[in-house]
């Protein structure tokens, strides 16, 4: 379970609909997940794509910027799981919640 406020992670939905695009997978880990977070523990994301490459510089530094401007009463740390060290995946998929889904990528039909 994601322990964070409604009002939060509705805005937090707003800002990832609005600044990444639809097949792209949203994950939170850390201790907002795991159940020893604190009023003031930041929000951890991670962000991957469907192929689990790297996601364009400027897309990743629009997102964290959104969050930044944003009226969140917390710190958000994003990731992109293609840059993060492979070392510290396991620590991630040990336990994660998806806050969104990546959209199937349409196929190309000639």
Do not use: Q
């Not at 997978?25 to 192929?51: F, I, K, M, Q």
């Not at 060290?85 to 039909?109: D, G, Q, W």
């Amino acid at each position: 379970m994601l322990h964070l406020r409604p009002k939060d992670l509705a805005l937090v939905h707003d800002l990832i609909a609005r600044h990444l695009p639809a097949e792209v997978a949203v994950w939170a880990y850390g201790s907002r997940v795991n159940g020893n977070h604190h009023e003031g523990s930041d929000l951890d994301l991670v962000l991957r794509t469907p192929d689990l490459t790297p996601l364009p510089g400027r897309l990743l530094a629009g997102f964290r910027e959104a969050l930044t401007e944003s009226n969140l009463p917390i710190f958000v740390d994003t990731h992109d799981w293609a840059t993060l060290p492979e070392s510290f995946h396991p620590r991630i998929l040990n336990r994660y919640e998806v806050v969104r889904p990546c959209a199937p990528v349409p196929a190309v039909t000639a």
